[in-house]
Nanobody
Framework: QVQLVESGGGLVQAGASLRLSCAASGRTFGTYAMGWFRQFPGKEREFVAAISRSGLSSDYSNSVKGRFIVSRDNNKNAVSLQMNSLKPEDTAVYYC??????????????????WGQGTQVTVSS
């Protein structure tokens, strides 16, 4: 089992950058495929980015592609989401998630077994 704790959220103006981090407990972080999702009020969680166990494969939703970068450091048990050129429509609660089964888990939230508590990102216009 793994516990995930996100950090780095906050209030920024449009065009700014934020870097979210997700710290994972346990010694087997490198065996988890990781993902980032976000949730708007009253909506289902939506996919943002995913990264494979090794970090060599990644993917993004169309809405963030070219602006966000996902990375991981298995030695530090951490995954990050660098968010650039933020827009007001990026305002949401952001969650990291872990899948202990697949090498790469992609965009389906049902593939992920473990979730963090979320961190709020607010982008003002």
């Amino acid at each position: 089992q793994v516990q995930l704790v996100e950090s780095g959220g906050g209030l920024v103006q449009a065009g700014a950058s934020l870097r979210l981090s997700c710290a994972a407990s346990g010694r087997t972080f490198g065996t988890y495929a990781m993902g980032w999702f976000r949730q708007f009020p009253g909506k289902e969680r939506e996919f943002v980015a995913a990264i494979s166990r090794s970090g060599l494969s990644s993917d993004y939703s169309n809405s963030v592609k070219g602006r966000f970068i996902v990375s991981r450091d298995n030695n530090k048990n951490a995954v990050s989401l660098q968010m650039n050129s933020l827009k007001p429509e990026d305002t949401a609660v952001y969650y990291c998630a872990a899948d202990p089964v697949r090498y790469y888990s992609g965009s389906s939230p049902t593939n992920y077994d473990y979730w963090g508590q979320g961190t709020q990102v607010t982008v003002s216009s």
